[in-house]
């Protein structure tokens, strides 16, 4: 691996052009803010449901994928610093433009998925520690915090970042808790640090549970690709992104692995797999003394929006991209006076609304995030690959050739039916099915225009 100090200079903003306001520490805190979100408050117990008491193992096997797919990320986003990121790669490596919109849609679907599946966890069981109210309007709970991130993101890219930053201190200092409570359990010997090797999922073999597990987790870790998308806002993206992005995607991975291993240390492992709250379990069995049952619900809450909020970015500035490139109407590029490109907010909004209405069963929308991103993955991987041949003037980051490979090896195993359910790809592929349609309709109102 090498990386090489840029000689690109930025090019200037004029009217209509984003403005370059990330630094390196915003970029870094929003990639952290990103990953640790819904993920992790929300999923342990899931997890364990198929990987059984290795649940650290599984986030461990995904913390493996997204560190290998990182690599191509940063060789193209520092190659190519434009706004409309996996998008682009696949655009510059194939040329085909059906690909490069579907490609789009995916990562724009991802996002939104992602969000109505972290909106549907607000009004869910840590609303309900934080109120106390039973069986709370999840549907309508989902649809005004959806609106509140659409005015913050509104707002503009760097206020957005600086309230990100803010909300990622919060909900870092509830998965520290986590692991202290974790710590005092260890040390007075309360926990169970066994059940952390006990490979017995439900009806699954060792490998298969642990696969599966690590297709649950990996939602965790998404949030990593979000970044490139906010290239153009970045200063001096060729040297802002390898450190911002290698740091927070390892300190994401070691806070994960440590609450993972208090969780399933601390809680009995039914207990665990059955709570649509696993981390207020771990509070209520590893700290019973401590009256903190609704101000951790709330920090719950506030990790869980941040998903949301980074979600949402990046499915606008998606947009903003590909609008500038012509493979989505142009006005989905238009920008306020404040530097946000606004018909983009709303159309995702729109969308990320309708998704929560219209889906039965929104905890398949993580998996179905995995699904769609895990694809894009697979495409990227292969589209940095295809693209040595391409130079540009100004250095960038070299990825090692054997992370790419492996990184398209182990996308493509986690795209197998043996990791993921079926009733998963039938919402992916309707999705895209959709995103087929919409680019249909685009191509031919740009041929009679």
Known sequence: MS??????????????????????PMLTFFIIGDILGAGIYSLTGEVGGDAGGAIWLSFLIAFALAFLTAFAYLELVTKYPQAAGAALYVDRAFGRQALSFIVTFAVMASGITSAAFAASRIGGRYFTGLT????????????????????????????????????????????????????????????????????????FGIATGLLAGAGTAFYAFLGFEDAVNLAEETKEPSRTFPPA???????????????????????????????TGPLLEVVREGAPGLPVDRVFSAVSIIAVANTM??????????????????VVPAPLGRVSRRGAPWVAIAFTTGL?????????????????TVLLL??????????????????????????PTAALVAGAIVSFVFL?????????????????????????????????S
């Open 245 to 275: 992005l290698v740091t927070g995607l390892v300190l994401a991975g070691v806070v994960y692995l440590l609450v993972a291993f208090t969780a399933v240390m601390t809680v009995p492992l039914d207990v665990l797999v059955a709570s």
């Open 3 to 24: 990386a090489t100090p840029s000689t690109e200079t930025a090019p200037p903003q004029g009217p209509g052009e984003l403005r370059r306001v990330i630094s390196r």
């Open 132 to 203: 106390g109210v039973e069986n709370p309007p999840t549907v309508l709970i989902g649809i005004l915090a959806m609106l509140l991130v659409a005015a913050v993101n509104l707002w503009g890219v760097a206020e957005s970042i600086r309230v990100n930053i803010g909300i990622t201190l919060v909900e870092l200092s509830g998965l520290l808790f986590i692991i202290a409570v974790g710590a005092v359990v260890l040390v007075s010997g309360e926990g169970n640090p066994g059940q952390a090797f006990q490979f017995e999922g439900s009806g």
């Open 416 to 448: 197998l039916p043996v990791v993921q359910e079926g009733s998963i790809y039938l919402l992916a592929g309707w999705l895209l099915l959709g995103g087929a349609v919409l680019w249909a309709a685009t191509a031919a109102v740009n041929r009679r």
């Open 352 to 368: 990320a609304i309708l998704l929560l209405i219209t889906v039965s069963d929104l905890s398949d929308l993580s998996d179905t």
């Open 374 to 399: 895990t694809g894009v993955f697979l495409l990227v991987n292969v589209s940095a690959l295809v693209l040595r041949r391409d130079a540009v003037e100004h250095e960038h980051f070299t990825a």
């Open 309 to 326: 909020l980074i979600n949402m970015v990046m499915a606008s500035r998606l947009l903003y991209g590909m609008a500038r490139r012509g």
